[in-house]
């Protein structure tokens, strides 16, 4: 299993540009994460989608678009690329897994850095 | 929005010392979670904190979850090289269905010196 992948690793984009960053997982989870992070200020979650057909926004999505292809993958789509934009995107899954009490993990993929000049 | 406060922000240390970190928030948690990033990589989930005061440990790590949910704090016994990286607390919110929204602490950048 490969877990959570990102594609691409690396871009650097002009003010305006735009691009797609792909995520998929094969863990056969039902919820998927964007993230980004800058320098000191951890993660913060962009979009995500609990299952397959709904998306929702989270702390910081302007600027941003999200699809839910399918159960597998979860791409972010920067329209109108902004020097703000910078940063590491992650992509990340989940699912509950039920025991005597709730239990909860988030997997990540090995992130995107992004550039925006 | 709710907040973490993780400190230290980072911390130098010579191998083989214990160290200690945590995070505080202003409300409540129902889990705290605690990943490792080593550089270039994502997060890894070392530890996660289902009920408060719970205290559990994995290898050299240990970590409780605060009886009043608000806090939580991570410990490294006997540090190693490997150790190095940055270490996130994470708290999570139960919202509508099956997501689960995490709010993560600023990191603690830890670095071993031998």
């Known amino acids: 299993n490969a877990g959570v992948t990102q594609t691409p690793k690396f871009q650097v984009l002009k003010t305006g540009q735009s691009m797609t960053l792909q995520c998929a997982q094969d863990m056969n989870h039902n919820s998927m994460y964007w993230y980004r992070q800058d320098p000191g200020m951890g993660l913060r979650l962009i979009y995500y989608s609990a299952s397959e057909g709904t998306t929702d926004k989270g702390e910081v999505p302007n600027g941003y678009n999200v699809s839910r292809l399918n159960k597998r993958e979860f791409s972010l789509r920067l329209e109108s690329a902004a020097p703000s934009q910078t940063s590491v995107y992650f992509c990340?899954?989940?699912?509950?897994?039920?025991?005597?009490?709730?239990?909860?993990?988030?997997?990540f993929g090995p992130g995107t850095r992004l550039t925006v000049l | 929005g709710q907040q973490l406060n993780q400190s230290p922000q980072s911390m130098f240390i010579q191998e083989g010392e214990d160290v200690s970190m945590n995070c505080t928030s202003s409300?409540?948690?129902?889990?705290w979670l605690w990943y490792k990033q080593d550089p270039g990589e994502g997060p890894v989930l070392l530890i996660a904190l289902y009920k408060a005061g719970e205290l559990t440990s994995n290898g050299r790590l240990t970590a409780q979850f605060g009886i009043t949910r608000k806090d939580s704090f991570l410990n490294i016994s006997a540090s190693i090289p490997s150790d190095v990286g940055i270490y996130f607390c994470?708290?999570?919110?139960?919202?509508?269905?099956?997501?689960?929204?995490?709010?993560f602490g600023s990191g603690t950048q830890l670095t071993v010196l031998p």
């Open positions: 409300s409540i948690f129902n889990t």
């Open positions: 990340a899954s989940s699912e509950i897994r039920w025991r005597d009490r709730g239990q909860y993990e988030q997997f």
């Open positions: 994470a708290g999570v919110s139960y919202s509508s269905g099956s997501a689960r929204q995490l709010t």
